[in-house]
């Protein structure tokens, strides 16, 4: 049995829950004390999100799965969610009560304020569900402190201090959730090394195929699918354990490669930029100057 849910307003999620609408354009729940989900146990559900949200979940994950996969969450974990996104969940329970605390938000709530012209800074909104961010009991107790000012600013009359104080409260949160996602970078430093070796090993092989010739040199978003990661996640990542962009690190990779390939006399400098996955000659030498601070032509007469 499958349904699919639309949640295109910050009602429409209230409603979902059995909860008043306070705002119409955001919305703090604590979800203990939402209405239950009743489905048919096995059901299917998409859930279609046309609003940002943030879910801090308290409760160990094992009733819903998502994709093929069961999500890890643990206890304390920030789950993220941004406009045209989309949950694919399984109940198998016909009785789930959900735990935790949800701030719902509509991208109008954020129009002409400093969270509007820098909501696509947040990258962790398009962070697969396995990217999560998982929250020190410090971590936690500041998350919720944030939850609670942001309803304390709801539960006030509206007046036209309203959407700046509480837009202020969620990009503040936000700032929070920058800083614990460094943290998590550094804390599973042996997990993002093995990201890091399989990239590598991905470039490597990539490159030692066909695919150059035939497709083109690897783009972030594939290596990132490979990888089973989003490209957000994957970048920042990267970017983290490296100090270069996905981007960079690529086209290091094919100049490193080039600078081996540049000595073969057999191969005229067009060649060898095709077996690199460039479409055009000039585009190759016009990166390898870039990078060398030469041509390639020049390089392999210099050296």
């Known amino acids: 049995m499958s349904e699919v849910i639309y949640f295109n307003t910050v009602s429409d999620y209230n409603t979902s829950c059995g909860q008043e609408t306070l705002h119409p354009l955001v919305s703090v729940l604590d979800l203990s004390k939402c209405s239950p989900r009743k489905w048919e146990a096995g059901t299917k559900v998409k859930m279609n999100f046309g609003v940002y949200g943030i879910f801090l979940k308290d409760v160990v994950c094992g009733d819903i799965r998502y994709g093929k996969n069961y999500y890890d969450y643990q206890e304390g974990t920030l789950v993220f969610i941004g406009p045209g996104q989309a949950w694919d969940v399984e109940y198998e329970t016909s009785y789930y009560q959900p735990q935790g605390h949800v701030i719902i938000f509509h991208p109008d709530l954020i129009h002409g304020t400093s969270l509007g012209k820098f909501i696509q800074d947040y990258k962790f909104f398009s962070y697969q569900m396995n990217e ?31 959407k700046k104080l509480i837009a202020s409260n969620i990009e503040l949160f936000l700032n929070y959730c920058n800083r614990f996602y460094d943290r998590q970078f550094i804390t599973r430093d042996n997990a993002n090394k093995g990201v890091l070796e399989n990239f590598e090993n991905l470039l490597n092989d990539y490159f030692n ?44 990779k094919i100049i490193d ?29 016009r990166l390898f100057k870039k990078k060398t601070g030469t041509s390639p032509f020049a390089y392999r007469n210099l050296n």
């Open 132 to 162: 999560a961010l998982h929250l020190s009991e410090r971590e936690r107790q500041i998350a919720l402190d944030c939850f609670k000012n942001i309803l304390f600013e709801l539960q006030q009359t509206i007046d036209i201090h309203s």
């Open 209 to 252: 195929s066909d695919k150059p010739l035939n497709i083109g040199f690897p783009s972030v978003a594939y290596c990132a699918e490979e990888l089973n990661l989003s490209s957000n996640y994957f970048g920042d990542l990267i970017k983290k354990e490296t100090g270069k962009s996905a981007q960079e690190y690529i086209q290091n």
């Open 257 to 285: 490669i080039a600078k081996e390939k540049v000595f073969d006399a057999d191969k005229s400098i067009a060649e060898i930029s095709y077996e690199l996955g460039f479409k055009y000659p000039q585009h190759f030498s």
